[in-house]
């Protein structure tokens, strides 16, 4: 099966380089699939789940908002975050989910909330990924 370079990067370094057959993420217009060949398409990415097919097996990242530079052989995301399954701890995205509520209902400046409202989209992202992996197993 043709294949095609994902590569996804986060400020703390590359989260995901390999060769896929597929993968869905969330555009900015709603859910975005991709295949070898794709026409060029640069696009926002929004907090949600990614769906990889690597050798025959699905694997699911979480991902935060960023732009995706999607052409030909090769795809590009740069992301403020993305996590394997694996690697989302389900106690620690629902004390972030609490802290970032609490955060809200305080008397903060805008960029506080903005903030806030970052962190529980991405907190919601994880968690829901975690217990519907959790709940397909």
Avoid: W
């Avoid at 099966?1 to 217009?29: D, H, N, R, S, W």
């Amino acid at each position: 099966m043709k294949t095609f370079e994902l590569t996804i990067v986060t400020p703390e370094g590359c989260a995901f380089k390999g060769q896929v057959e597929y993968t869905t993420l969330p555009g900015a217009e709603g859910e975005l699939g991709v295949y070898p060949g794709h026409e060029f398409l640069v696009t926002t990415v929004q907090a949600g789940e990614i769906h990889l097919r690597v050798s025959g097996k699905d694997e699911y990242l979480a991902i935060g908002e960023g732009f995706a530079e999607i052409g030909g052989e090769k795809v590009e995301i740069l992301t403020e975050c993305a996590l394997k399954e694996s690697d989302i701890d389900e106690g620690k995205a629902e004390a972030a989910i609490a802290r970032a509520k609490a955060a809200m209902e305080e008397r903060v400046s805008d960029e506080e909330i903005a903030a806030a409202k970052a962190m529980l989209s991405r907190s919601t992202v994880q968690l829901n990924l975690k217990r519907k992996r959790r709940g397909s197993s």
